[in-house]
């Protein structure tokens, strides 16, 4: 019984779905004349006042300048110290080693699954307890200039 008001709505609908209203046309405004000289406001206000012309090509000091900069040498890559390279092989590398023996189909022996595996756990559990126990500075917010 519902049923029947719903699709009678949809029908409606649809039916109308094109139609549009028409609507008058507005008259015709005449333009403003636009006054002689601007108020001092409109002068102040308007950006095309702010603009001073340019030159097209910059100036051969500037030039020299822009070319001229050359960034420093970027620090050497910091090298962990041995036990810790050590153990983020572990934790990096045996995850990869077993994922590319899994896919190549290779058969590894059980003793060296259980070695990465126990290289895994060792390395991460050194890694955390290896941790500073505190912020590096108490105040940081994370920005740096």
């Known amino acids: 019984?519902?049923?029947?008001?719903?699709?009678?709505?949809?029908?409606?609908?649809?039916?109308?779905?094109g139609e549009r209203a028409e609507l008058d046309d507005d008259p015709a405004v005449p333009p403003a004349v636009p006054p002689t000289a601007p108020p001092a406001a409109a002068r102040r206000d308007d950006p095309a006042a702010w603009v001073e012309d340019e030159p097209d090509e910059p100036t051969p000091a500037y030039a020299e300048d822009a070319d001229s900069?050359?960034?420093?040498?970027?620090?050497?890559?910091?090298?962990?110290?041995?036990?810790?390279?050590?153990?983020?092989?572990?934790?990096?590398?045996?995850?990869?080693?077993?994922?590319?023996?899994?896919?190549?189909?290779?058969d590894l022996p059980d003793w060296v699954g259980y070695l990465m595996i126990a290289w895994f756990v060792g390395g991460f559990c050194y890694l955390v307890a290896r941790m500073p126990k505190e912020p590096r500075e108490p105040w940081d917010d994370g920005s740096r200039v």
């Not at 153990?87 to 290779?106: D, E, Q, T």
């Open 69 to 106: 900069y050359v960034p420093p040498p970027p620090p050497p890559l910091p090298i962990p110290e041995p036990d810790r390279g050590i153990a983020w092989m572990g934790v990096i590398g045996s995850p990869i080693l077993l994922l590319v023996s899994l896919v190549l189909g290779l």
């Open 1 to 17: 019984m519902q049923r029947e008001g719903e699709d009678d709505a949809w029908r409606a609908i649809v039916e109308n779905f």
